[in-house]
């Protein structure tokens, strides 16, 4: 199954009751592996899920640590980018140049990088006098 069918798929056992706007997205592993994620809201809005860190946590719990490539789909008029926690999440797990297809359930697509969504990200190397 492609990254596209599989964040599709995904996509409708979102759990969003308060705000209608389902999300799902998949992402490959360096092991060829495909994890799936949606959002799922919480009434206490603060403490619900989004899809990228849906599929990032069912990736580390299997055991892989790297995205090669990851897909977001939401029913949007444009493709919708991942909010900034989830940039900040795909950039621990992704190297820049890791290519991300932002895409609408009417088929419109936008391609993009890591790198691109989120420049001059945090890492472990802000870290190294600590």
Do not use: W
């Amino acid at each position: 199954m492609s990254l596209s069918e599989a964040a599709r798929k995904v996509r409708e056992n979102a759990h969003a009751p308060y705000s209608n706007f389902k999300v799902g997205a998949a992402i490959r592993a360096s092991s060829g592996a495909v994890y799936i994620g949606c959002n799922v809201e919480n009434v206490a809005y603060p403490e619900g899920t989004c899809a990228e860190a849906g599929a990032i946590a069912a990736m580390v719990a299997a055991g892989d640590t790297a995205i090669t490539e990851a897909y977001v789909i939401a029913d949007s008029p444009t493709p919708v980018p991942p909010c900034g926690g989830c940039r900040q999440k795909l950039a621990e797990f992704a190297k820049g140049n890791v290519r991300v297809t932002l895409a609408t359930v009417a088929g419109g697509e936008l391609v993009t990088t890591v790198g691109d969504l989120l420049p001059g990200a945090f890492g472990a190397s802000h870290m190294e006098n600590s």
